[in-house]
């Protein structure tokens, strides 16, 4: 890219409104490109990971979760949420798959991240492609249900064109793996 000095935005103070558990909302205000000021309110996230676990045949393991901001039960895709910043994100993404689904895996890849809302939150989401997968037992959390299903990566493309997962992560992950096994 260019030198893009001319985009930058700079931060002149922060202040604190909300310090929860998962979120941490601040106000910050801004010296803009132009000199101006101006207000951001923004979401501080310790990341997450998500996993696409895909079996030798080609089937996804999928989730369906009662999601409580939407009020209803959606599918996903595994994922979870780092335990610090500092954590390794491929150690997280092999500690959730095993929670969630009871599966190891001996290959994985790295996706990239994701981004789910640039705008106004820094949360970055790693996604991994997990195969040669090896099934056990689950470990959910005590505040943790969902069940898991496997639908062929196909399948799941078809759903996610046709508007049927309307999860952004599970959504982009699906893509991004069915795109790098096309010839």
């Not at 931060?11 to 801004?30: A, N, W």
């Not at 994922?79 to 599966?103: H, Y």
């Not at 981004?115 to 689950?138: C, K, N, T, V």
């Amino acid at each position: 890219m260019s030198n893009e000095a001319h985009l930058i935005e700079t931060q002149l103070s922060t202040r604190e409104i909300f310090d929860g558990k998962i979120l941490h909302v601040k106000l910050d205000t801004v010296r803009l490109p132009n000199g101006a000021t101006a207000s951001r309110e923004i979401i501080r996230h310790v990341g997450a990971v998500c996993i696409i676990p895909l079996t030798a045949d080609g089937q996804v393991l999928v989730e369906r979760q009662f999601r409580y901001p939407m009020n209803e039960v959606i599918t996903e895709i595994p994922a979870g949420k780092l335990d610090s910043p500092d954590e390794d994100p491929l150690a997280a993404a092999r500690r959730e798959l095993r929670e969630e689904t009871g599966v190891t895996a001996d290959k994985w890849t790295c996706l990239g991240p994701f981004y789910p809302a640039a705008a106004y939150s820094d949360e970055r989401i790693w996604m991994y492609l997990a195969e040669q997968l090896h099934f056990g037992q689950q470990e959910l959390d005590e505040d943790e249900f969902l069940g898991v299903s496997t639908v062929p990566l196909q399948t799941l493309v078809r759903q996610v064109l046709a508007g049927e997962i309307p999860d952004a992560k599970t959504q982009t992950a699906v893509l991004r793996v069915w795109a790098l096994r096309q010839p």
